[in-house]
């Protein structure tokens, strides 16, 4: 905790500030009013002030320092309960944290109090999510391609993916798979951008969906928090709707229909917003109303507490957003041959980097011995590992589409009128051969493909790694392994049964050279480094 003749120094020490009243202490905390200066002829801003124990240590993340202004409500940064929303720069002393922090107070107040200045980027409404029944719902869409109507309404197609815990809550996370329209008769089904497994219909639970004018706010950042104060945002043909299917969604097994409430964001993108509505007393209710042509049924909403859900724009930049692949060569079809220790960490890595396009071959199994070095489970038991594979990079990425290759394609592709086999593989705009199948090496090389081929092959105790582009593979192969690379075959591990010898390296080992390996192949395939063939020596390196 700061000391009190540390507070006084620093506040008599900068001359934006003051202190407004007395220091209160407790064992816990210290609070106290500041006055920070505005602009010249103008009143300076009350600050209430409050310093946690740990200060200036952060708390789960959190900062423990709170200055608080019930009066600032509709200004940027600042929360439901007057507290401005403060990430400064950690320092090492209590000193050097508080006077850090009350500069950072007095750039917030020229910058948006004084000067006026507004955000470049959108923040989300300030959404308090309430647990119902024990659980956090949370659902996640992307932006579509096809616009909605002001007014419009429907039904909303959701896939659950599987249950949770955060910090000992239990969560229940839904993938938004499509809006369709009903106030539109046989209107197209509007599909988020997630790949055609989980667009699927298997397992699909429903919700509805109303699109509004306006987003359900106060002050342009809290959301509305009861059910009256949205009775002016949706027309009466949307509450008829809410009305009528909730009614038909009473023998839902959780009592739970979600309300899908969207808007435009001042950045033109649709945001979706979820009210959670209990189906068995639904917060909306049927008024008879008395007109010159008789008695009128109209739809209402009545007062009580909303329940928001956790919404999430999981939109392809957002969920690449901290990093990935150039967006033009993510965009292009990988095939993968080979999915052994080299191929899947490959497969996964590209996936992990924003790759949409991936499929995949080999005609082996999933042993128990490949789960160590490899990116298979030993969960899932002993199978093909092209399945399991897809399946896999299915859990990492809702974006990519992954095709397993018939395993008779090795078979085909060396039997086959050479015609044929271009004309499948050209289909393709990289080739990765992880086989160290000299044959195929061969094959590849001579069918002189309009795809880029990559051959990745890696030494015993994954001390080398080669990697090279067509065309010609297998020439530079063989000058690589007989006059540059090591080859101890002296120490190779001998599976029970009758196995041919495998390499030795461990997971570490493997994947440190295949990870620095994709770093340059990425470059060179996005034209970004010149194309060259190369190896990794793990002493001397590229």
């Not at 107070?105 to 507004?118: A, G, I, P």
């Not at 104060?229 to 509450?239: N, V, W």
């Not at 594979?389 to 008779?408: A, E, G, M």
Request: contains cysteine; glycine residues 4%; charged residues 25%.
């Amino acid at each position: 905790m700061i000391s009190k003749e540390a507070i006084l120094n620093i506040l008599a020490e900068l001359d934006f500030v003051s202190l407004n009243g007395d220091l209160v202490w407790d064992a816990k905390s210290v609070k106290f009013s500041l006055l920070i200066d505005t602009k010249e002829g103008e009143s300076p801003l009350s600050w209430e002030v409050v310093i946690v124990a740990p200060y200036p240590m952060k708390v789960n993340g959190h900062a423990t320092i709170s200055f608080t202004n019930q009066e600032l409500l509709p200004f940027l940064h600042i929360m439901r309960e007057g507290t401005l929303c403060l990430h400064t720069t950690d320092a090492l002393t209590e000193e050097d944290q508080f006077r850090q922090d009350l500069v950072q107070l007095k750039s917030w107040v020229d910058k948006y109090y004084v000067n006026k200045e507004v955000d470049s980027h959108y923040e989300n409404l300030v959404v308090n999510s309430t647990s119902v029944n024990g659980v956090d719902y949370y659902f996640l869409f992307t932006e579509l391609k096809d616009e909605f109507a002001i007014g419009d309404y429907g039904i909303v197609r959701l896939r659950p993916l599987l249950t949770n815990l955060r910090r000992d809550i239990k969560t229940s996370t839904y993938l938004v798979c499509g809006f369709q329209s009903s106030r539109v008769s046989k209107s197209k089904e509007k599909l988020c951008d997630w790949n055609s497994h989980y667009l699927s219909d298997f397992n699909c639970e429903y919700g509805a969906y109303c699109m509004l004018a306006k987003a359900p706010e106060h002050h342009g950042k809290f959301i509305i928090e009861d059910f009256a104060e949205l009775e002016p945002l949706f027309d009466q043909t949307q509450k008829n709707f809410i009305y009528k299917d909730v009614r038909g969604a009473q023998d839902n097994p959780t009592n739970l229909y979600p309300l899908f409430c969207g808007y435009k964001t001042p950045d033109n993108r649709t945001y979706w917003q979820v009210i959670l509505l209990d189906t068995t007393r639904p917060p909306i209710k049927g008024v008879k109303h008395s007109t010159p042509k008789g008695p009128v049924w109209l739809t209402t909403f009545t007062q009580a507490k909303i329940h928001w859900a956790n919404t999430v724009d999981t939109s392809y930049e957002y969920f690449f957003g901290r990093g990935a692949m150039p967006r033009e060569l993510a965009g292009k079809k990988f095939f993968i041959i080979g999915l052994g220790a080299v191929g899947s960490i490959l497969a996964k890595t590209l996936v992990r980097c924003g790759a949409r396009h991936i499929d995949l071959y080999d005609y082996d199994i999933k042993e128990p011995g490949n789960v160590c070095r490899s990116e298979y489970e030993i969960f899932s038991g002993i199978g093909d590992k092209s399945s399991e594979l897809q399946v896999l990079l299915y859990r990492v990425s809702p974006f990519v589409t992954c095709r397993v290759r018939n395993s008779l394609f090795d078979y085909l592709a060396k039997s086959l009128n050479p015609e044929e086999v271009i004309d499948v593989l050209n289909e393709y705009d990289v080739i990765f051969d992880c086989t160290t199948d000299n044959h195929l090496m061969v094959l590849l090389d001579s069918l002189c493909l309009k795809s880029q081929v990559v051959n990745l092959s890696i030494t015993n105790h994954a001390k080398e790694l080669t990697c090279v582009f067509s065309p010609q593979i297998a020439r530079c192969i063989e000058f690589l392994y007989n006059k540059l690379l090591t080859q101890d075959d002296s120490d190779m591990f001998n599976p029970s049964g009758c196995w041919n010898p495998t390499f030795k390296a461990s997971y570490n080992d493997i994947s440190l050279m295949v990870q620095f390996a994709l770093k340059h192949i990425i470059r060179m395939l996005s034209s970004l480094e010149p194309i060259s063939n190369f190896y990794l020596d793990e002493k001397k390196g590229i």
